[in-house]
């Protein structure tokens, strides 16, 4: 563990501060520096922007009601319907009315949407939405498609200002107002603390896959964004919904790659390792019941140690054509999935909860916004629609760009002179051993099936942890990973994303989001620790 020098930032813009700094590279951050231009803007991302981010693996697409008989209404009562009763009615409706409009945005910055012969967008169906509406690029290359020509985009724009292999770990707050951050510059030596001063930050840093032993998302995806805006003082939503994949590849990889749900719309079967098809005796729909209850299955087999199986033998005739993608994840992994089963497990997928924003992507700390999966808007409920997040982040991202144009005065905040941060606070450490506890903590406790019991366990290693940590970088995760324990515990009943074995059924009492803070989730901490 090394102490750093807090260095001065270089090089500065001319007057020594940003008017917005956009923290996140992923879809969200560069359509708001995109929709900002030519308002000057600096982008930090952990990674080269284009790569560690979700977005560029998103396979299916967007959602949008731009297919012919498609209505905004039937797009909202899809979501309401699969965010199982807390959908924000308000957000979503103006989520799918903007939707079209982005899509048209996204087209003049260059993403190569499918279309008919007539030239009209191209849309496809998926489980739960009642219309055809998933917007995409060549089958399931839809994330990658649109990243690379945002990355073009954003490239060829003179007032963006990217810096990348900077990661973020601190946000500068001086009397509840957000002036800036600390990042680290793992491009260069790795050691350089840089303080960058702003008028206006937004955080788009998606994710929490990786507080999850088994997980889709990308690496950087662990929940450090929302930590910090936590220990900030943000107002966080919905912390305990996550979403599981049901069918991610159970071959030791990490991140897990998917194994389409289409493929099991396409007639594959689940089975045990003693040939059982499980999901038979578990829903009228088997393997098309919606996606928690097959994961809940899934996870039982495989906790049971009888492990699961996803059987496309005869239902795919040309593996290698039809499904090139997954084809492609098996061979690497030595599977012939023409021949042999696929072994799948549930794998943390999406995000639900997160930095509580308004419509317009207003945090509750002044001169701080945020967008994409690192936020709760409503917009998802206790379940999210597929193919609604990619929407979700170029909504916000435009909404919030819309109102920093007007809100930009060029000034810094009076008190931003004043906010310090101590060199002491950011060491560098090797946080990978409680990373590695932290994940089997979650997995085991806060996953597809939680329990009181588990939960307060994991809460005291969660506890532990905090007290053991010597970096920012690990305060912010972990508190993340607390913030999604105390808002599970608190929750008792069973909706969406959060199933407890100890409260199976729906609670009317509960239908309603909910909203913590760090400081109320301290203070209820003993008492969730005694019940
Ligand atoms: C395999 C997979 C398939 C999916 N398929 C779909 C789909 O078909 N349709 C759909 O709507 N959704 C899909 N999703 C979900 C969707 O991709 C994400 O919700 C969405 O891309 C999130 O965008 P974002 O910009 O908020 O985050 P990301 O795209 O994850 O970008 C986050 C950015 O923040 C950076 N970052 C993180 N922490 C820091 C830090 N501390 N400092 C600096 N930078 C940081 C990252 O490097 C990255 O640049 C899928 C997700 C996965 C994993």
């Not at 707050?173 to 491009?187: E, I, L, M, S």
């Not at 690496?219 to 929302?226: D, K, Q, S, V, Y």
């Not at 590849?249 to 059982?276: C, F, M, W, Y």
């Given at each position: 563990m090394a102490s750093t020098a807090v260095a001065a930032y270089q090089p500065k813009p001319a007057k020594g501060f940003d008017d917005v700094i956009i923290i996140g590279g992923g879809l969200a951050g560069l359509f708001c520096a995109l929709k900002l231009a030519p308002k000057a803007v600096t982008v930090l991302a952990a990674a080269p922007i284009g790569r560690g981010a979700s977005s560029a693996w998103a396979q299916a697409g967007i959602a949008a009601a731009v297919g012919p008989g498609d209505t905004v209404e039937s797009h909202v009562n899809d979501t309401i319907i699969a965010g199982d009763g807390i959908v924000d009615e308000q957000i979503i409706r103006m989520m799918a009315s903007e939707a079209s409009d982005r899509i048209f945005d996204l087209l003049d910055y260059g993403v190569p949407f499918d279309r008919d012969l007539e030239g009209h967008l191209a849309v496809s169906r998926e489980a739960a939405h009642s219309e055809s509406r998933i917007v995409r690029v060549k089958g399931d290359m839809a994330g990658r498609a649109i990243m690379e020509a945002l990355v073009a985009a954003v490239r060829k724009t003179p007032s963006i200002r990217v810096l990348e292999g900077y990661v973020v770990e601190d946000l500068i707050a001086k009397n509840g107002r957000v002036g800036g951050v600390v990042a680290r510059d793992r491009a260069g030596s790795g050691e350089t603390l840089h303080r960058l001063k702003a008028s206006h930050v937004v955080m788009a840093t998606g994710g929490i896959g990786?507080?999850?032993?088994?997980t889709t998302n990308p690496t950087e995806a662990r929940g450090g964004?929302?930590?910090?805006?936590?220990?900030?003082?943000?107002?966080?939503?919905d912390m305990e919904?996550?979403?599981?994949?049901?069918?991610?590849?159970?071959?030791?990889?990490?991140?897990?790659?998917?194994?389409?749900?289409?493929?099991?719309?396409?007639?594959?079967?689940l089975q045990n390792s003693a040939g059982e098809r499980f999901m038979l005796k578990l829903h009228k729909d088997a393997e098309l019941?919606?996606?928690?209850?097959?994961?809940?299955?899934?996870?039982?087999e495989v906790k049971a140690g009888r492990g699961a199986f996803l059987d496309c033998r005869t239902a795919v005739h040309d593996f290698a054509a039809e499904f090139p993608t997954v084809f492609g994840y098996c061979k690497d992994a030595g599977i012939d999935p023409s021949t042999e089963m696929i072994p799948v497990i549930p794998a943390a997928h999406y995000f639900m909860g997160g930095i509580w924003t308004d419509s317009d992507g207003r945090s509750s700390l002044p001169g701080f916004w945020a967008c994409g999966e690192c936020t709760s808007t409503g917009a998802h409920g206790a379940n999210r629609l597929a193919s609604n997040s990619l929407l979700e982040a170029v909504v916000f991202a435009a909404r919030i760009a819309g109102k920093l144009r007007s809100e930009m005065t060029g000034q810094a905040p009076s008190d931003w002179q004043d906010g310090s941060v101590s060199s002491n606070e950011y060491l560098t450490e090797n946080d990978h051993p409680n990373m590695v506890t932290l994940r089997q903590t979650m997995s085991a406790h806060l996953g597809v099936l939680r329990d009181g019991e588990g939960m307060r366990q994991a809460l005291d290693t969660i506890l532990h942890l905090a007290r053991e940590s010597h970096s920012v970088r690990f305060d912010n995760v972990i508190t993340t990973a607390k913030l999604i324990t105390v808002a599970a515990l608190n929750r008792l009943e069973s909706r969406g994303g959060h199933f407890r074995t100890d409260f199976p059924a729906e609670d009317a009492d509960w239908k309603r989001r909910t909203i913590l803070t760090l400081d109320q989730a301290h203070a209820v901490i003993p008492d969730l620790l005694e019940s």
């Amino acid at each position: 563990m090394a102490s750093t020098a807090v260095a001065a930032y270089q090089p500065k813009p001319a007057k020594g501060f940003d008017d917005v700094i956009i923290i996140g590279g992923g879809l969200a951050g560069l359509f708001c520096a995109l929709k900002l231009a030519p308002k000057a803007v600096t982008v930090l991302a952990a990674a080269p922007i284009g790569r560690g981010a979700s977005s560029a693996w998103a396979q299916a697409g967007i959602a949008a009601a731009v297919g012919p008989g498609d209505t905004v209404e039937s797009h909202v009562n899809d979501t309401i319907i699969a965010g199982d009763g807390i959908v924000d009615e308000q957000i979503i409706r103006m989520m799918a009315s903007e939707a079209s409009d982005r899509i048209f945005d996204l087209l003049d910055y260059g993403v190569p949407f499918d279309r008919d012969l007539e030239g009209h967008l191209a849309v496809s169906r998926e489980a739960a939405h009642s219309e055809s509406r998933i917007v995409r690029v060549k089958g399931d290359m839809a994330g990658r498609a649109i990243m690379e020509a945002l990355v073009a985009a954003v490239r060829k724009t003179p007032s963006i200002r990217v810096l990348e292999g900077y990661v973020v770990e601190d946000l500068i707050a001086k009397n509840g107002r957000v002036g800036g951050v600390v990042a680290r510059d793992r491009a260069g030596s790795g050691e350089t603390l840089h303080r960058l001063k702003a008028s206006h930050v937004v955080m788009a840093t998606g994710g929490i896959g990786h507080l999850y032993e088994v997980t889709t998302n990308p690496t950087e995806a662990r929940g450090g964004g929302i930590g910090m805006a936590a220990r900030a003082g943000a107002r966080m939503a919905d912390m305990e919904f996550v979403q599981f994949h049901p069918t991610a590849i159970n071959v030791g990889k990490d991140p897990a790659p998917l194994a389409t749900e289409a493929l099991r719309g396409h007639g594959a079967t689940l089975q045990n390792s003693a040939g059982e098809r499980f999901m038979l005796k578990l829903h009228k729909d088997a393997e098309l019941a919606p996606r928690d209850v097959v994961a809940r299955g899934i996870f039982a087999e495989v906790k049971a140690g009888r492990g699961a199986f996803l059987d496309c033998r005869t239902a795919v005739h040309d593996f290698a054509a039809e499904f090139p993608t997954v084809f492609g994840y098996c061979k690497d992994a030595g599977i012939d999935p023409s021949t042999e089963m696929i072994p799948v497990i549930p794998a943390a997928h999406y995000f639900m909860g997160g930095i509580w924003t308004d419509s317009d992507g207003r945090s509750s700390l002044p001169g701080f916004w945020a967008c994409g999966e690192c936020t709760s808007t409503g917009a998802h409920g206790a379940n999210r629609l597929a193919s609604n997040s990619l929407l979700e982040a170029v909504v916000f991202a435009a909404r919030i760009a819309g109102k920093l144009r007007s809100e930009m005065t060029g000034q810094a905040p009076s008190d931003w002179q004043d906010g310090s941060v101590s060199s002491n606070e950011y060491l560098t450490e090797n946080d990978h051993p409680n990373m590695v506890t932290l994940r089997q903590t979650m997995s085991a406790h806060l996953g597809v099936l939680r329990d009181g019991e588990g939960m307060r366990q994991a809460l005291d290693t969660i506890l532990h942890l905090a007290r053991e940590s010597h970096s920012v970088r690990f305060d912010n995760v972990i508190t993340t990973a607390k913030l999604i324990t105390v808002a599970a515990l608190n929750r008792l009943e069973s909706r969406g994303g959060h199933f407890r074995t100890d409260f199976p059924a729906e609670d009317a009492d509960w239908k309603r989001r909910t909203i913590l803070t760090l400081d109320q989730a301290h203070a209820v901490i003993p008492d969730l620790l005694e019940s």
